[in-house]
Nanobody, 121 residues
Framework: QLRLVESGGGLVQPGGSLRLSCEVS????????IGWFRQAPGKEREGVSC????????LYSSSVKGRFAISRDNAKNTVYLQMNSLKPEDTAVYYC??????????????WGQGTLVTVSS
């Protein structure tokens, strides 16, 4: 059974860092792009970053470019999102998803349950 599990969320002060992990089971990660999305209270889910199936291409939203970095370890079936210089507006539930490369939610068929990131002093 396909399963994506996010971890690494928590409370961090502005300017701090967190690394999110997305562990995938039940499929061969080599064939899927992985995206990170987030949803803040009262807002729509938005694409944050994605990485191609082999890891050669990455995309970032303008709001996180230069602060976040996505990477993947296909041998471990895990994708990471390193988040630096965090801001209060980064507060959201973060989801990882497997599907086709891009930042649109419609491209992704498989989703994790999410992990909460709170940036606050």
């Amino acid at each position: 059974q396909l399963r994506l599990v996010e971890s690494g969320g928590g409370l961090v002060q502005p300017g701090g860092s967190l690394r999110l992990s997305c562990e995938v089971s039940g499929l061969t990660l080599d064939y899927y792009a992985i995206g990170w999305f987030r949803q803040a209270p009262g807002k729509e889910r938005e694409g944050v970053s994605c990485i191609s199936s082999r890891g050669g291409d990455t995309l970032y939203s303008s709001s996180v470019k230069g602060r976040f970095a996505i990477s993947r370890d296909n041998a471990k079936n895990t994708v990471y999102l390193q988040m630096n210089s965090l801001k209060p507006e980064d507060t959201a539930v973060y989801y990882c998803a497997a599907g086709r490369y891009g930042l649109d939610t419609e491209r992704y068929a498989y989703w994790g349950q999410g992990t909460l990131v709170t940036v606050s002093s």
